[in-house]
């Protein structure tokens, strides 16, 4: 595995990354000077990693009112939405296991588990897999509870 040094990525870069760290491990980070957050935001967009580089928003000062308040925005709407993913993946669980369907959880709320805050596990859907010899039983479950396949 190859060492990289931060110094050799651009401001915005090094900005994201700090961020991350300081949610994601709990990092000590102060911002450099001169950071463009608005570069910062929409590099984190790119990136997938909005939710997790700006959990901690509240720390940043220097970040403008205007674009402190799409954060906020962004963030309800997303943690709202994980939240209610969250309780999609319980329902599959009770679904499954009161059916005696074993089964396994793919990235999402399995990933979440692994985060400081599993909120902050930006999620887009319920995914599990079950065996092949259940797998008849389960599209009938779910079929069953009003569940469409796409």
Request: hydrophobic share 40%.
């Amino acid at each position: 595995m190859q060492n990289t040094d931060l110094r050799s990525f651009d401001l915005t870069q090094r900005t994201v990354f700090g961020l991350l760290a300081q949610t994601l491990f709990g990092a000590a980070y102060t911002p450099e000077p001169d950071v463009d957050w608005t570069e910062v935001y929409r590099e984190s967009e790119n990136q997938a990693v909005r939710l997790q580089t700006f959990a901690n928003h509240h720390l940043i000062p220097d970040i403008p009112d205007e674009l402190r308040e799409e954060i906020r925005r962004y963030l309800a709407a997303a943690m709202l939405r994980n939240a209610r993913i969250h309780g999609e993946h319980t329902y599959v669980h009770t679904l499954l296991t009161q059916n005696g369907i074993a089964y396994s959880v793919l990235k999402g709320a399995g990933s979440a588990c692994y985060y400081p805050d599993p909120l902050t596990r930006a999620m887009g859907d319920v995914d599990f897999f079950v065996s092949r010899e259940d797998f008849d039983r389960a599209l009938a479950l779910f079929t069953r509870e009003g569940f469409t396949a796409s």
